[in-house]
Nanobody
């Protein structure tokens, strides 16, 4: 059973930065695609950034940067200039052929 675990959420002031981590229990190259999503209150889950096994990584905004640490089976999401509307639960997703895996999420609250 693949396990996915996010960490690094918390309370941050507007304009601040935060780095989220996602650890998976398998070698991350098992998955052809990994990504970060978020779900804001009352909204649908939305894609923020993705990093494929091969090819270029992608993010929906320049404030979000995804990276990976192969040795630690981890991907990160570095977020800058955070805004109150970034308040959400942030999820990590790992995809392999025929199946994908989700973590439980980590709460990020942007407030003064």
């Amino acid at each position: 059973q693949v396990q996915v675990m996010e960490s690094g959420g918390g309370l941050v002031q507007p304009g601040g930065s935060l780095n989220l981590s996602c650890v998976v229990s398998e070698n991350i190259f098992r998955f052809y695609h990994m990504a970060w999503y978020r779900q804001r209150p009352g909204k649908e889950r939305e894609l923020l950034a993705s990093i494929p096994r091969i090819g270029a990584k992608h993010s929906v905004e320049g404030r979000f940067t995804v990276s990976r640490d192969i040795d630690k089976n981890t991907i990160h999401l570095h977020m800058t200039n955070l805004k109150p509307e970034d308040t959400a639960v942030y999820f990590c997703n790992a995809e392999e052929i025929g199946r994908d895996y989700w973590g439980q999420g980590t709460q990020v609250t942007v407030s003064s």
